[in-house]
């Protein structure tokens, strides 16, 4: 006799309980890296806020989530072992911290409590063109890590990604949590 997705209680087991709960968290994780992503290239792209290197760099945990996301909800409709859908969600709760901690370290960085890196300039020339250097210096845009380019409620780009990374952190270990049980 093989056994049954359901215990004599009629709910299901751990292991496609673990699934269920690893989709939906991965999913919701995806989902969110894709809305901030998409966010981050609208600012820049329409409404012209020109990223810094550490905005460009914020951007990298969620470059990263969205496929990861996506693999683990593949894995786990394909009910891949516990472990792994647990690995993979450790993996995103990491990445969502590490990028808290940069996003907080740039917000520190724009509100002057430290020093920030010292490549904050302007893009990198492409020398080889036609033209002079005068006429390409005059056509750049420095954008500066210690100077806010944005603040509604007295939080810049940067302070928001800290409060979503962190949100995303959480949901990733409140997952854990709930398969661990």
């Known amino acids: 006799m093989t056994a049954s997705p359901l215990d004599q209680s009629g709910l299901a087991t751990r292991p496609a309980r673990a699934a269920r ?5 991965a999913l919701t994780i995806g989902a969110v890296s894709v809305a901030a992503l ?4 609208y600012f820049q792209l329409f409404l012209d806020f020109h990223p810094c290197p550490l ?6 945990a969620y470059y990263a989530s969205v496929p990861l996301a996506a693999l683990i909800a593949i894995a786990a409709r394909r009910e891949a072992p516990v472990s792994l859908l647990l690995a993979g969600l450790a993996v995103l709760a990491l990445l969502a911290l590490g990028n808290a901690g940069l996003a907080a370290y740039h917000a520190g960085v724009e509100w002057k409590f430290w020093a920030g890196p010292s490549d904050c300039s302007g893009p990198v ?3 080889s ?32 990604n800290v409060l ?8 990733a270990g409140w997952g854990i949590g709930r398969i661990r049980r």
């Open 21 to 25: 709960v690893a989709q939906t968290v």
């Open 129 to 160: 063109r036609a033209g002079s250097l005068l006429d390409q210096l005059d056509k750049v845009t420095v954008v500066r890590c210690d100077e806010a380019q944005w603040r509604m409620f007295g939080l810049s780009f940067a302070g928001y």
């Open 164 to 171: 979503l990374s962190l949100a995303i952190a959480a949901l």
């Open 55 to 60: 905005c460009l760099e914020q951007r990298y």
């Open 38 to 41: 998409a966010t981050a290239w």
């Open 125 to 127: 020339l492409d020398l």
